[in-house]
């Protein structure tokens, strides 16, 4: 755990049907580094209704930083049912604490690039933002984010952007459907494929990029964030949770690369009826 930054609200507000914006800082905002990555994300300790912070927290995206005498870290929140991070984000208030633990970013589009792919659901809404705002000029991006309500689309500028409207994210995701389209006809020149949403689904497209595509590590980041009906899947998952990490540690130590290794891990997960 990197060393956990004690923050406050400062602000609430809502950006559209499904997500809360919500401002922190603080003294401890001295101690906050960026780390240059455009989808850099943050474990947050969010208040439980009795003010204690959550221990085991949640990933949220830093979804800006905002200048300031005191300085603000952003990010948003999507209010789905359930969850500890969602009920919070309805009942959020100025003045309750968070604390900021772990970060980490993924989005590491090569220096050559002259095109990028986004697509999300509304989970990624933050980071594909903050992804579009931080790109330089003459990068030809086309997103596609999946989000619950058509209002909760907003200004990429730069961006080419197709809105997807599926109203109930938790009973599945249509990003795979949505990556066979989109990466039918890559453009030509070297690119990179962000994708982030649902875990399944995230899964799903990095096989068609890799081994549908033959694309290399290089050309694209995917990454989980969330899973349908995490509580069945976290319990099945813990019933053999050693021997799954036994899988991971030997084919890591066993000089694979991390593709590789996630080949290996998926291929056991598929076989126990967890992809
Ligand atoms: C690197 C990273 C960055 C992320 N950035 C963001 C971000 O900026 N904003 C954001 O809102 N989320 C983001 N997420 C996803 C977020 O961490 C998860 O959605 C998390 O599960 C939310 O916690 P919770 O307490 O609300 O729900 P949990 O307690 O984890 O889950 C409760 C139930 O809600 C369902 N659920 C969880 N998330 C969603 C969802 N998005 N839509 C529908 N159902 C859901 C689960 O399937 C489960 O059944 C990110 C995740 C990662 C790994």
Redesign the pocket.
Known sequence: MDDPLELVVAEVATVSPSLVRVELTGPDIARYTPLGLS?E?AVLHLPLPDGEPDPSG????I?DVVEGPAGRLA????T????????WARRARPGDRVVVSTR?G?FRRPADATWQILLG????L??ISRIVAETPAGMRTAAVVEVPDPADARELPGADTTWVHRPD??SGSGLPELARDLLADLPDGRGYVYV?GEAAATRAVRRMLRHELGLPPSAYGV?????????RWNRRYEQSVDTYQRIWAAAESSGRDDEEVLDIYEARLAEAGLL
Do not use: C, K, N
């Open positions: 989808d994300a949640r990933w949220y995206t979804r990010v948003e929140l999507v789905h049912d359930g969850g500890v991070g969602a009920s980490r993924w659901d509304v989970a990624a933050p980071a994210q938790a982030a990454i989980g964030y969330w899973r349908i009906d995490a509580e």
